[in-house]
């Protein structure tokens, strides 16, 4: 509530077009698209993967992107409460907030392994480049040494650097430890950058975003031009995009796709509801959706050359061939293109391509990470804004956000964090759970409330004409019928594949972590029908006590809301008042 000398903050809107287009860039542009779509396409298929990927882009991803914005234009609220347009499937915007401020604990920690090896590289020499350190074992070896040396059997330089001397990394879970200071060091500045990105919600971020969603494109430029004069660069480049159309029969292969595309896309977090809240009524969202999309997918494309044409030359100079230094995820940032830059020229060049590549990846990451956190705060703001928007509270309100996340993530950055890490990567915010909640976010809007005839009303509303052309009859097939049984045939592949957790496939988790896991998913996964039984039961019992009260009660009641349903004013109004 406010008090006496406090001032209430009136919810904001973007300055200009830019910010919301940018700030969704820096969103759902992330790591994702660049060291996860090269590594999924070329194992797939190459360009042969391009056919389940588009399928997937126009069958569920753009559509469900479009759905977000929109729903957050039209009630100018964050994740939660915008489910007031459709109140039995509020626990959409709970599971989707659970979901976030999970996500947020986990990748910054990835933000936080990029500053350690950014500040490494400007060291003299790259220090995995050779061995020799305290941190080598005697069966080390590195590109330098002379074949009569070189030990297969023991370790690569770069691999030793990045588990003895980054992550100190145990046996297993089993096998905490303690923390390792340096990394917790990391993680409290990314921790600390994010916040003075937020604090003032997006009278600062939206400034911020013109830098970290334009900065890493000069940086894969730089590496692409660079990776382009390098012996090998193009046999790395023809592996990448080569078809190999056989793939196609795989289901794995369309499981792939679509997960990448729900993942990349970041929907189902309730971010893309926050950013588009914050859109004047009448902007036209559709247009910044469609070129976000191109901005997306266009990324991956190109961050797959940037990632190959290096890899190309890698596998060239070792004599070795390409799908053995190819690897997804930390394995490509943090062991394969390291290895590759420490081949590059002398130390001075190293260094210089050690920093660009490192700096793309924290702008990567930490850009994703604000606006997540952003969102994330927007959805709980907005459920209690008479606390929230008074005075200061807003600013404590993301601190303490902050501090507990960071907290949580210094389990991430012990001896057994990266057991940890992966377990919440996993399960936390996996494909499960974003499908889930796409599947729910149709079903609830094209069937429920407002139902695909009032949306589409709704959406003539918001635009000031009609959707034209092909997205115009695609878009409600696509909610309708498309999406949720997209969505829901990927989620049963995923469950009838499903294979236990491991590490390095090597270490396999025990049952207890996996159990763990499981309720990380699930945590979020039942939010929704747990609120939908929830709303069931209190109804039901709403309707018993109206049984009991004398029948003029009633009659003035329901004259009061008709008043006020005849007094609604906009769209926005009409729409609220369903349910």
Known sequence: MVKAGEKFHEREKWNNKLEFIFSSMAFCIGLGNVWRFPYLCYKNGGGAFLIPYFICLICGGIPVFILEVALGQFTSQGGITVWKVCKIFKGIGYSSAIIAFLLNCYYIVIISWAIHYLFSSMASELPWAHCGHSWNTETCYDPSMTKESLNRTGKDAVVEYWENRVLGISNGIDEIGSIRWELAGTLLIAWVICYFCIFKGIKTSGK???????????????????????????????FYLSPDFSKLTSGQVWIDAGTQIFFSYAIALGTMTALGSYNDFHHNFMKDCLLLACCNSGTSLYAGFVIFSVLGFMAHDQGIPISEVAEKGPGLAFIAYPKAISQMGGTWAQGIFS????????????????????GFVTAVVDVVPQYLRVGYRRQVFVAIVTAISYLIGLSMVTNGGMFVFQLFDYYSASGMCLLWVCFFECIAVAWVSPGIGQWMFDIRTMLGYNINGFWRYWLPICWSYLTPLLTMSILVSYFVNYEPLTYNKTYLYPLWAQMFGWVLALTSMLAIPGYFIYWQTTRAISASEMANIPLEIVNEKEKVVRSQEDNASSPQDVSVLVN
């Open 355 to 374: 920093v660009c590549f490192f700096m793309m990846i924290i702008m990567l990451g930490i850009g994703s990470q604000f606006v997540g956190v952003e």
């Open 208 to 238: 911020v975003v013109y830098f970290t969603a334009t900065f890493p494109y000069l940086m894969m430029t730089i590496l692409l031009i660079r990776g382009l004069t390098l012996d090998g660069a193009m046999e790395g480049i023809k």
